[in-house]
Structures are given as structure tokens and as C-alpha cells.
């Protein structure tokens, strides 16, 4: 009953699952949310190590996050950490997109942040260890051609970042950001051979990231080490943005 809670979106692949098994491996017992991938999702929560739940639906709805984080507390009596992982792209120039693509990609992955953020408060301010880690992007940070929306979204999500930490700072929660580079992902693998070879050409460390990379910078944002550091960005881009 003593040991703490996360509570993982997007978790049943790249990233997402890359969290669930760190946070899991230090000693956190973890509800992995995903939007369709429930198999998936119960492959990653049998590779954890400690107990875990599996959850599904559209994080884009703000019904399903407030059924998400009651069933967690159903489950588990408490919620100590969010993080804020899900997320999907619609690339294309902005004189192209439509309002849908624009749309669906600020809703999951800002609106949906702040959807389980609003949700989740309430039990992470009664944690002894609140923290929140939102997953944002080099491109939030410093922009991509042909991601608006998704840029867009990201850079949102720091606003967020950066302005809920303020508020709850007093009662102990920290909430932090972690900004990807080029990480290996089905997103990532999507990219055409060509235009990937051209972004990781920019990457200082001449080579693409691993998902258990940035999976370790949010297992340090959610531990008691970094118990002094909030509203940072913390980016985990091998250089890219340099």
C-alpha cells in the first residue's frame, strides 16, 4: 500500500511503454492507458515488475480522463505520478492542412494533457510525491516545417508545463517536461529513408534515439533526486535542437 502510483498514457508502445517498464523497474506500480492497443498494452504490463492495470480509450475526451484516474484510485487507493505521453501527428504544410488534422493533433496531445492534469490534481497534491512529466518534442522547442500543428501542440504543452508548475509548487508536486529528438518509434519509422537520414545527419550524436533513453530522463523527473527541479524542459535530442 506504501509503494507509489503512475499513470502512463500512450503505454502500449515507443515511448509510452519504454516509461511504464522504467518506472515499473523502479518500483512503481503503473496503469498504462492507450487508445486501441489493449493487447499490446498487456504484453508491456506483463514485462513489468510490479502490479499494473490496463486501461483504454481517447484521451481526447475529458470523460475518459476522469474515468481513467478514478479507476486508478479505485485500484490502487492513490495516484503519485502522471505522465502525459500520448500523442499522434498529421504532417503536412500548413497551406494544406485541414481543420480536422489541426484539430485532432491539439487534442491529443495538448488537450489531453490538460484534460488528466485538471483530473489527476487532486490525488497528486495529496502525494508525498507528486509529479507530473509531460512528454513534449525538439519540435515544440524550436519548430519543424510541416508540423504546425504538432509543433504547435508540443510548444502548448510547455506553456502548460511551465504554468502549472507555478501553481503547485507550494504543495510539494513538480511538473516538468521532456522534450524528445528523433527517437525510434512507429512515428519515427513512418518517415521516408531519405528524410530520415537527413534529420539524423543534424543530430550531434550522429545516431537516432532509443525509447529507453527518454524513458530514463522521466524515471529521474519522477524520482525523489529530482525533488528540486520543476518547470524545466528537459531534452533528450542527442543535440538536434543545437
Known amino acids: 500500500m506504501d509503494r507509489r502510483v503512475a499513470l502512463v498514457t500512450g503505454a502500449s508502445r515507443g515511448i509510452g ?20 492497443n489493449v493487447e499490446k498494452a498487456r504484453a508491456v504490463a506483463a514485462a513489468c515488475e510490479t502490479d499494473t492495470l490496463v486501461l483504454s480509450g481517447d484521451c481526447s475526451d475529458s470523460a475518459v480522463c476522469k474515468d481513467w484516474v478514478a479507476k486508478t484510485v479505485e485500484r490502487f487507493g492513490r495516484l503519485d505520478v502522471l505522465v502525459n505521453n500520448a500523442g499522434l501527428t498529421r504532417d503536412t504544410l500548413l497551406m494544406r492542412m ?21 483530473a489527476a490534481l487532486k490525488y497528486l497534491l495529496k502525494s508525498p510525491a507528486g509529479r507530473i512529466v509531460n512528454i513534449a518534442s525538439v519540435s515544440g522547442v524550436a519548430g519543424n516545417a510541416g508540423q504546425g500543428n504538432y509543433a504547435a501542440s508540443k510548444a502548448g504543452l510547455i ?23 528523433w527517437i ?24 537516432s534515439g532509443k525509447p529507453a533513453e527518454v524513458a530514463a530522463a522521466v524515471g529521474f523527473l519522477a524520482s525523489e533526486a529530482a525533488s528540486y527541479i520543476t518547470g524545466h524542459v528537459l531534452s533528450v535530442d542527442g543535440g538536434l535542437a543545437l
Open 17 to 36: 511503454a519504454a516509461c511504464a517498464a522504467e518506472l515499473s523497474r523502479l518500483g512503481l506500480d503503473i496503469v498504462l492507458c492507450c487508445r486501441g
Open 98 to 118: 485541414t481543420d480536422g488534422q489541426f484539430d485532432e493533433v491539439l487534442k491529443v496531445n495538448l488537450y489531453g494533457a490538460f484534460y488528466l492534469c485538471r
Open 159 to 181: 506553456g502548460l508545463t511551465k504554468s502549472l508548475a507555478k501553481e503547485v509548487g507550494k504543495r510539494g508536486v513538480t511538473v516538468n517536461a521532456v522534450a524528445p529528438g
Open 184 to 207: 525510434e518509434t512507429d512515428m519515427t519509422e513512418a518517415v521516408p529513408e531519405e528524410a530520415a537520414k537527413r534529420i539524423i545527419e543534424r543530430v550531434t550524436l550522429e545516431r
